[in-house]
């Protein structure tokens, strides 16, 4: 849509369901099902599938200039799935140093240089958390909340980082770290 009101069905190439996209510039990414990435590099007229597994739903997608990071749950284990490309979406790599694989990723945002991550739990004996990562590889878990929580959705708005999540909870930072 050019102007948020008419909106043009484009073909995808799949028929899984996509749960999220982001974009930087003309390079688009959604998304969803099956570990499923679809890339646009014209602003979203065309798309090719990037990826596509099993046993995992993409949740989140964050892109800059440099990589493509995506995140979800694994459908059998319930933990965290996380993967990048560094080549615009050619090659992923897994990214097997999260801290906690209990907590799923059900959001992705990049801004001010920080990956932040919004997480869920399937258990009722958990805490609320995001993980945070400078670089989209190397990530590090924050604690929200010692009480049962999720975080759903996660954005920049120009000054701060915005988590909200179940409980009715929102929880503000500045650097990503408090």
Not at 8 to 14: A, D, K, L, V
Not at 105 to 128: E, P, Q, R
Not at 135 to 159: K, M, P
Request: charged fraction near 20%.
């Amino acid at each position: 849509s050019a102007d948020g009101m008419a909106w043009i069905e484009r073909e995808s190439g799949t028929d899984v369901g996509l749960n999220a996209v982001a974009f930087n510039d003309s390079l688009v990414v959604a998304v969803g099902l099956d570990t499923t990435v679809l890339l646009s590099t014209d602003h979203g007229e065309t798309w090719s599938i990037k990826y596509s597994g099993d046993r995992v739903s993409l949740r989140a997608v964050a892109v800059t200039a440099s990589q493509i990071v995506v995140g979800g749950m694994h459908l059998q284990t319930g933990d965290a799935v996380m993967m990048r490309s560094l080549d615009g979406g050619d090659s992923w790599a897994l990214i097997e140093s999260l801290p906690q694989r209990d907590h799923f990723v059900t959001d992705l945002v990049y801004a001010n240089g920080l990956f932040i991550a919004a997480t869920d739990v399937f258990s009722w004996l958990s805490d609320c958390r995001v993980l945070v990562s400078l670089d989209g590889e190397n990530w590090q878990s924050i604690v929200l909340r010692d009480e049962v929580a999720a975080s759903y959705a996660i954005l920049h708005d120009g000054e701060r980082f915005i988590a909200a999540g179940g409980e009715g909870t929102v929880f503000t930072t500045v650097d990503g770290f408090h």
